[in-house]
């Protein structure tokens, strides 16, 4: 969305068009100027003039004073450049014109060249941005920044540049550690992200687009967000202005303490749009710390799988308003089984904290120490009941499951291919095996974690690079019908897609 902007419509409407139209405006402001006092003078005390110093008003608004947090902060930002070895997506090679251009033919001839040079693995370097948060160099950034690296260079401010060493990373938080060979470096010194406020001023540091030592700064514009692409994490979404190279970076406080890794943004054009979206420190320094003692990350589970309310489920529900988890179904023997929880319960409440949405759930629930005894609000049949529930620890199958699946963020779903047991037992039919949903479009239809995607549009669906190509080539706000598996029954829901972005396009 674009807004126009009051300062920008003045300007063009002071703009002038050449040096005779420029004599002619000073002249006229001259003019009016010395009428203006002479009609002063004249009047008396019928136009009064202000005094000297009348138009300085006290500050209602104190404007923040970044300087102390650049001068004492910035030498404990790194740049951080990585190279791996990757297979080129031969997706992402496309030809810009349509077919019936004279220039169709040219290009297609040298998109078929480069997919030919592409079939080879291809070298990969990445940028982004870290911090220093030991002296000894112990550095934080984004996993994604690093993940799947060969190699990795860090370079100081003072431009001296050291080979690192990943000491260890959790996609799911995308948050990672790094190791140089160097002591006595100058520190972050790490806040409290529960704290932050809709409304207080932010900093970021880091290395957009490669520029070394950038800073920008804005507000926050709430403070759990989630995402339909990371489902274990509430963002701290704020207008900082962040780009590609800003991932990893920390965004400060007033206080000079970092409560975030600035992470991704939303974006049609591939560049800063007003949305930006940061890790919150407290959520990374869970994988710091679980590092530092040489543990293992665990993921507090439930068990249920879930689906968002629609104020049609909410009527059918008896509830007043569409709001919370609907649990659509409870794995055997799970926390939630062992609890009572059922299928048609609503999760209102988690430990004590309201859930609006189903996006709220799974972050609340996978920072839950395993073994907590927690209440769980539920509404079940249109009354109120609150269930003890012991948190257990997500298999290590469900992880891995998330972790390799293949996103799908226009339809807000994770998907990965078929296992060979699924193959055997549904063949020859092909799908892919939806393995999370957050809210949006296709837990709106009706597709939940499970089930399996056999058809979109008309087309069968193979694998889930496939299925991405076409949900981002389909039109937006137009009914789509999709034709889904669960257990032996296959059945026809139907999905309205949004407006694609750059993230819904293959590769990204």
């Not at 902007?5 to 402001?29: F, Q, R």
């Not at 005390?45 to 300087?67: M, W, Y």
């Not at 019908?481 to 694609?500: C, G, I």
């Amino acid at each position: 969305m674009k807004r126009r902007g009051t300062g920008k419509t003045l300007l063009k409407n002071l703009s002038v068009t050449s040096p005779y139209h420029l004599v002619a405006a000073i002249t006229t402001a001259l003019a009016l100027g010395w009428a203006s006092t002479a009609a002063a003078q004249t009047a008396g005390t019928l136009i009064a003039l202000p005094a000297s110093g009348a138009g300085q008003q006290e500050k209602r608004v104190t404007l923040p004073d970044l300087t102390p947090i650049a001068t004492h902060d910035g030498a404990a930002i790194v740049n951080i450049s990585s190279t791996s070895i990757q297979q080129v997506d031969e997706s992402q090679i496309r030809n810009p014109f349509p077919p019936d251009s004279l220039f169709y033919q040219l290009f297609k001839q040298l998109i078929e060249s480069q997919k030919e040079r592409h079939h080879q693995p291809q070298k990969v370097e990445t940028f982004g941005s870290g911090f220093i948060i030991n002296a000894n160099g112990y550095i934080v950034t984004a996993a994604h920044v690093v993940h799947g690296a060969n190699h990795i260079v860090v370079t100081l401010t003072n431009h001296h540049a050291y080979d690192a060493k990943l000491i260890g990373l959790s996609v799911r938080y995308d948050t990672a550690v790094l190791k140089i060979h160097a002591h006595h470096l100058p520190t972050v010194a790490i806040g409290d992200s529960k704290q932050l406020q809709v409304g207080q001023w932010v900093l970021a540091m880091g290395a957009p687009f490669g520029l070394y030592n950038t800073l920008t700064q804005g507000i926050i514009s709430t403070v759990k967000r989630p995402l339909p692409n990371d489902p274990y994490i509430l963002f701290i979404q704020t207008d900082v202005p962040i780009n590609p190279g800003s991932s990893g970076g920390p965004l400060f406080d007033m206080a000079g303490r970092v409560v975030g890794i600035n992470d991704q943004i939303y974006t049609n054009s591939g560049g800063y749009m007003g949305l930006s979206f940061s890790v919150p420190i407290n959520t990374a320094m869970r994988v710091v710390h679980a590092l530092q003692n040489h543990q293992a990350l665990q993921f507090g589970w439930l068990g249920v799988e879930m689906q968002s309310m629609t104020p049609d489920m909410a009527q059918a529900f008896r509830l007043k308003e569409p709001v919370g988890a609907l649990i659509a179904s409870v794995l055997p023997g799970s926390p939630a089984a062992q609890a009572e929880l059922r299928p048609g319960d609503v999760i209102v409440a988690f430990d004590n904290h309201p859930v609006y949405d189903i996006g709220q759930l799974p972050p609340m629930v996978g920072a839950t120490r395993p073994g907590s005894l927690i209440p769980v609000g539920i509404l079940r049949d249109g009354e109120a009941k609150t269930l003890e529930v012991t948190i257990g620890t997500q298999p290590e199958k469900a992880q891995r499951d998330i972790r390799h699946s293949t996103p799908i963020p226009r339809l807000a779903i994770r998907v990965e291919p078929l296992s060979p047991p699924i193959e055997k037992e549904i063949k020859p039919r092909p799908g892919v095996l939806v393995v999370t949903a957050a809210s949006g479009p296709a837990l709106e239809a009706g597709i939940t974690p499970g089930m399996i995607i056999e058809q979109v549009a008309g087309e069968t669906i193979r694998n889930p690079d496939q299925l991405r190509k076409i949900i981002s080539s389909l039109p937006a706000a137009t009914p789509i019908p999709v034709l889904v598996r669960m257990e032996k029954a296959s059945v026809y829901l139907v999905v309205t897609l949004p407006q694609p972005s750059d993230q819904d396009k293959p590769g990204h």
